[in-house]
């Protein structure tokens, strides 16, 4: 499989263009998994539901599957940091790639997403796991660079160059062991 990251502020795109990725990888007949972190709380789960009543009553886990879907539900009993590299070994071995969206400050190769109206600093500069920037403002970029710079707005362009450059994206998930 290969992996890459999005990385950005808020606001930047980073879901908008992981959303119109996956369709442009699966046009090629390529399979794609998502890891997105989230800064905040979260539930997929609802009041009333069969599994909500479950983690309610202190479940530890609760993994619920249909011939269409499966969820898994961890709650934890004090806050934990899961790395990157751990939710990516809980993924299925058959997936191409796997687009992580956040985990900014990992060690996976990564895209950084950067508009010049949000007027956050770039990170390109400082973060040897940015191999490019993805911007709409690519003459506005705040420092010179290298890296190839790829057109936010142009899905393909950005999945052709994945795929162009996927050796580089390999993922060996015995060097996170």
């Known amino acids: 499989m290969k992996a890459v990251g999005f990385a950005g502020y808020s606001g930047s795109g980073k879901t908008t263009l992981v959303e119109r990725l996956i369709p442009a990888f699966r046009l090629k007949g390529l ?4 890891v997105k972190h989230a800064h905040h709380r979260f539930d997929i789960d609802h009041v009333g539901k ?21 969820a898994l539900m961890r709650e ?24 992580v969206e956040g985990f900014k400050d990992a060690d996976l190769l990564k895209v950084e997403v950067w508009r010049a109206k949000s007027n956050n600093p770039a990170r390109y500069r400082d973060d040897d796991f940015i191999v490019a920037i ?17 057109d ?5 362009g ?3 160059w994945l795929i162009a450059n996927q050796a580089r994206f390999e993922y060996r998930s ?3 062991s």
Do not use: C, M
């Not at 399979?31 to 998502?34: A, I, K, Q, T």
């Open 31 to 34: 399979r794609v998994s998502v």
């Open 50 to 70: 069969d599994t909500y009543r479950h983690r309610e009553a202190g479940a530890f886990e609760v993994v619920v599957a249909s011939n269409k879907r499966l």
């Open 158 to 160: 950005l999945v052709n």
């Open 174 to 176: 015995e060097t996170f």
């Open 152 to 156: 936010l707005n142009d899905a393909d």
């Open 134 to 150: 993805a911007t709409d403002s690519p003459t506005e970029l705040p420092h010179p660079t290298q890296r190839p710079v790829l």
């Open 76 to 99: 934890f009993e004090q806050p934990v940091e899961i790395s990157v590299h751990q939710l990516i070994a809980e993924l299925d071995d058959g997936v191409d790639w796997v687009l």
